[in-house]
């Protein structure tokens, strides 16, 4: 399976010539399988290109799982060039709520004074489907959703076929709970959707004295990412949710600290619009 990134921003679309080398847009991932099924995880502002280049490829079935509603993930569904197009067939997977259907919330996004077109309206034909608590099948792929720690509703992602593992947990404080070295992999927020995965893509939002400032705010240090993905045995990290107000060059010093920390082990790497992986 191949893993490509159309948003990697955390929080707030950043377009502007200090963001160029790893982009503005905020969290958008595609994860096509061999058999060409698409799989999108989240639909921030990264969605509107992946929706034109899927317009253009021709795809007419989509699955879109949300890890939750935060603008910064669901933004850019509106201006997703399939929600437009008749015959085309989205499956739109998100966290289920004690209070309203996953239709009812995000329609709010959809209806005045927010937007003119009411999510009734789209011409696609779209199905809202509250996340099972077990895994489920999509395309071949083995899809499990967890919560995670993060304010509200939220859950991280594991996709898997047989010869490999991708785990996606944008938005995560596993530290929260205290020092993630001191505690076991199943007292570890999201460990068992990451746990020995090929590729995690993990929130690293903040630099160490950031994130003593933000304890709570839902989001990780980079010096908790590379505890984390120790902790449960992932292979490669890929430091994601970056925050709106680093530059480029600041970036590259919080990736830099995220290789010294890993300490011999595959460097991690920062997240960038364009980047794609293959798995395995």
Known sequence: MRLTIWGCRGSVATPGPETVRYGGNTSCVEITLDNGTVIILDAGT????????????????VNLCLTHLHLDHLEGLRFFAPLWEEGVVIDIWGPPSPVLHLQDRIARAFSPPLFPID????????????????????G??????????HPGPTVGYRVEIERGVIAYIPDHEPALAGAITTRSRDWISGASLAADADVLLHDAQYFEDEYEERVGWGHSSV??????????GARRLVLFHHEPRHPDALL?????????????????????????????
């Not at 509107?48 to 021709?58: K, Q, T």
């Not at 505890?227 to 449960?232: G, L, N, S």
């Open 46 to 61: 990264g969605i509107r290109a992946l929706g034109m280049d899927l317009s253009r490829r021709g795809i007419d079935r």
């Open 119 to 138: 999510l009734a309206d789209v011409p696609a034909r779209v199905t809202f489907r509250d996340l099972p608590r077990r895994p489920w099948t999509i």
């Open 140 to 149: 071949g792929a083995r899809v499990a959703a967890e919560s995670v720690a």
């Open 223 to 232: 010096d908790a990412a590379v505890a984390f993905t120790r902790a449960v």
């Open 252 to 280: 590259e010093q919080l990736e830099a600290r995220a290789r010294t920390l890993a300490n011999g082990r595959l460097p991690p790497t920062l997240a960038r619009e364009g980047m794609v992986i293959d798995v395995p």
